[in-house]
């Protein structure tokens, strides 16, 4: 299963709304989740079961989707969601990424 | 809390193999699979395998079928990745993970920086 992302970069400014799409090559369910990833650090889920809220992750990031088409979407931008994110399916080996976004700061 | 500690970076020179381990801490080891995650140099992220701690079966992605063996020490806590027959495209960081059943990967480890140069 490929998973497609996009954009694969992204300027926005804090206050913004941003949206990450993430689509399957083939139906994959709900079973997608959504992960941050900063330099020099592991990824860190934010959304699971493509809408599940991680715990302790703020509200202004909410997930979306089912089948193929995913999105993940930020409101309100802060500082420090300026990140990599990517997408990974887990409904089958290969559990595989997206190739990831880059969300910099206009 | 739990923890994923993995060993320091290493270099390595064609042809050779490396092995990374992960020890885990702050949960009942035989409870949470462990899958393996490389990131080449700006690149993004890609599934290398899965093991079961408690019974050491694991899977592995096809591309790197024959070349990588995951093992686990229940007595330790620790799982290992060994990646032999290395290439320069084999530079990445090495990450271990959790899986939570509810279908992602919650716990990683900090990360193993291998290089592989001649």
């Known amino acids: 299963i490929q998973l497609t992302q996009s954009p694969s970069s992204l300027s926005a400014s804090v206050g913004d709304r941003v949206t990450i799409t993430c689509r399957a090559s083939?139906?994959?369910?709900?079973?997608l989740a959504w992960y941050q990833q900063k330099p020099g650090k592991a990824p860190k889920v934010l959304i699971y079961g493509a809408s599940t809220l991680q715990s302790g992750v703020p509200l202004r990031f909410s997930g979306s989707g089912s089948g193929t088409d995913f999105t993940l979407t930020i409101t309100s931008l802060q500082p420090e969601d300026f990140a990599t994110y990517f997408c990974q399916h887990l409904n089958g080996y290969p559990y595989t990424f997206g190739q990831g976004t880059k969300l910099e700061i206009k | 809390q739990v923890q994923l500690v993995q060993s320091g970076a290493e270099v390595k020179k064609p042809g050779a193999s490396v092995k990374v381990s992960c020890k885990a801490s702050g949960y009942t080891f035989s409870n949470k699979y462990i899958h393996w995650v490389r990131q080449a140099p700006g690149q993004g992220l890609e599934w290398m395998g899965i093991i079961n701690p408690s019974v050491g079966a694991s899977t592995y992605a096809q591309t790197f079928q024959g070349r990588v063996t995951l093992t686990s020490d229940t007595s330790t806590s620790t799982v290992y990745m060994e990646l032999s027959s290395l290439k320069s495209e084999d530079t990445a960081v090495y990450f271990c993970?959790?899986?939570?059943?509810?279908?992602?990967?919650?716990?990683w480890g900090q990360g193993s920086l291998v290089t592989v140069s001649s």
């Open positions: 083939q139906g994959i369910s709900s079973y």
């Open positions: 993970a959790t899986y939570n059943w509810k279908s992602y990967f919650e716990y």
